[in-house]
């Protein structure tokens, strides 16, 4: 049974930093591609950033320079650290793993950018 659970949201204030954790089981992590998207209310869920299995990375233009994405394989972990939030980052964070014609999505974790 293939899982992919993320944690780590929360109410953040404007300028400050969360880190998110999507921990993976049940498939081969190492080998997938592993990304993050985020869906905010009333829009359509958006690649925020992904990290093949080889460690490269390909970042959404609004998230540049603030959001870094990596990969631990030995913990089949992928984290996402933000920096420097907006309060137009604030959405459901979901973790996505994909290999060839298979996708796997975990449930989302909220995160709010607020003062």
């Known amino acids: 049974q293939v899982q992919l659970v993320e944690s780590g949201g929360g109410l953040v204030q404007p300028g400050g930093s969360l880190r998110l954790s999507c921990a993976a089981s049940?498939?081969?992590?190492?080998?997938?591609?592993m990304g993050w998207y985020r869906q905010a209310p009333g829009k359509q869920r958006e690649q925020v950033v992904t990290i093949t299995s080889g460690g490269g990375t390909n970042s959404a233009d609004s998230v540049k320079g603030r959001f870094t994405i990596s990969r631990d394989n030995a913990k089949n972990t992928v984290y996402l650290q933000m920096n420097s939030l907006k309060p137009e980052d604030t959405a459901v964070y979901y973790c996505?793993?994909?290999?060839?014609?298979?996708?796997?999505w975990g449930q989302g974790t909220q995160v709010t950018v607020s003062s």
């Open positions: 996505k793993g994909s290999y060839s014609v298979l996708n796997y």
């Open positions: 049940g498939i081969t992590f190492s080998m997938y591609t």
